[in-house]
């Protein structure tokens, strides 16, 4: 895992929930909408922004770029909480894979 684009995931995922709660939230208040809808939403919308970005915080996909852009994107529309538990799970496993190598 690259930690320093999961980074620039983390903030782009950090702008577009701000930016949602403005823009977005209001109508969904307004016009009574289903608060599920949300959700798809913020991913259909993240994930364009993320894409865009050509971000890859997986380069471990090396034979096929384009799946380690896909899943930055999608991390980055499932916001900023899923980024931080993708941060912490790839710290443990990163200790615990040099745990192993210094065995």
Do not use: H
């Amino acid at each position: 895992m690259d930690f320093q684009s999961l980074g620039a995931a983390l903030a782009a995922a950090l702008v577009l929930e701000k930016l949602f709660e403005m823009l977005f939230k209001p109508l969904w208040d307004k016009f009574g909408w289903d608060s599920m809808y949300k959700l798809y939403v913020a991913i259909l919308m993240g994930s364009g922004l993320g894409y865009m970005t050509g971000l890859n915080a997986f380069p471990v996909f090396a034979m096929s770029e384009m799946v380690g852009r896909v899943l930055t994107a999608l991390a980055i529309g499932c916001g900023t909480s899923f980024i931080y538990d993708l941060i912490d799970k790839g710290k443990e496993i990163e200790l615990y894979t040099s745990e192993i190598i210094d065995e």
